[in-house]
């Protein structure tokens, strides 16, 4: 079954109707047949994901999980290098994009498993919580909003590098504390220890803005740098108040409300991202309703403050 599924997804079955004339007609649908494209997307990496996951539960070791996630990967990578063949062009923004639609279709696929077997539900939130850990899904983001609105992705790839200086040293603090014991777990879930935390991230988004004025950064750039700054601060400030917010949510959320409305299709998969975290986090008992929730429109806010008021 597993097999099977594998060599469905493969078919690159977009770039074989670019191909042949008679199936041409059909992208001639315009949205409609953009939305058949995402769909079968879904679909396909959706089932594979819980095939694989029903077979990861049947004996759960560390190594029938990488196997699972080696395959996935492999499938994922094969076609888009099988797509890329067909249609002879260059690889490009489409195929990082549909990469992307793919492994967030993956994921999904394992939630929908979580919901049929919840023996093995928090196993997949904790999954979650670590493959879009805000430490990778902050540049990606950016990187994605970068390209979209200077259409370089070579501009987009050094000025993310530049962004990750900053980010560096909050993970140096965050795993010194680990190391320190100052930190009771990895997520940092007692909230008097998330102040200190925050405050140097707001430290650090302090740096990175000012850094970003002396280089004389694309306007996009300093907006990203000021919206960084303005959610760490709000975020110190609303954990100092009482509430726990979810960091995890805050920072996909607020990739996806960035994209928009420039890069609907980017923006679409951050949403998918924050709202499978919204789950993963409560499920996982790191975060109740309400601080996912608050997460969310502290995102929503920050982006309509620095991104679409001042980028």
């Not at 670019?18 to 992208?27: I, M």
């Not at 999904?108 to 539900?121: I, N, Q, R, S, Y």
Request: contains cysteine.
């Amino acid at each position: 079954m597993i097999a099977l599924i594998g060599l469905a997804t493969v078919l690159p079955h977009g770039a074989i109707c670019e191909r042949y004339s008679t199936l041409s007609r059909v992208l001639e649908l315009g949205a409609l047949t953009e939305l058949a494209h995402l769909a079968l997307h879904a679909l396909l990496f959706g089932l594979l994901a819980t095939a694989l996951s029903a077979w990861i539960l049947r004996g759960a070791t560390r190594p029938r999980a990488a196997l699972a996630l080696l395959f996935f990967v492999g499938v994922v990578v094969l076609r888009q290098g099988v797509q890329v063949l067909v249609r002879g062009a260059r690889p490009g923004a489409e195929q990082i994009f549909e990469l992307s639609l793919d492994s967030v279709a993956g994921a999904l696929g394992a939630v929908g498993w979580a919901f049929a077997d919840p023996a093995g539900a928090r196993r997949v939130a904790r999954g979650l919580g670590w493959m879009f850990h805000p430490a990778l899904i902050a540049p990606l983001g950016f990187f994605a909003l970068c390209w979209s609105r200077t259409g370089s992705w070579p501009t987009a790839l050094r000025w993310t590098l530049f962004v990750a200086v900053f980010e560096v040293p909050a993970i140096c603090v965050w795993l010194w504390g680990l190391r320190r014991a100052r930190f009771s777990d990895v997520d940092v879930s007692i909230r008097s220890e998330r102040l200190p935390l925050l405050a140097f991230a707001a430290l650090c988004a302090l740096g990175l803005l000012a850094g970003t004025l002396v280089l004389d950064a694309p306007r996009i750039v300093v907006s990203a740098a000021i919206g960084a700054m303005i959610g760490a601060l709000a975020a110190t400030f609303i954990t100092r108040l009482g509430l726990k917010l979810s960091g995890h949510v805050g920072v996909a959320a607020g990739a996806a409300f960035a994209l928009l409305p420039n890069a609907p299709r980017g923006a679409l998969v951050f949403a998918l991202v924050a709202l499978m975290l919204v789950w993963a986090r409560v499920r996982d008992e790191r975060h109740k309703p309400l601080e996912v929730v608050a997460g969310f429109v502290l995102a929503a806010l920050v982006a309509g403050v620095s991104i679409h008021s001042l980028g």
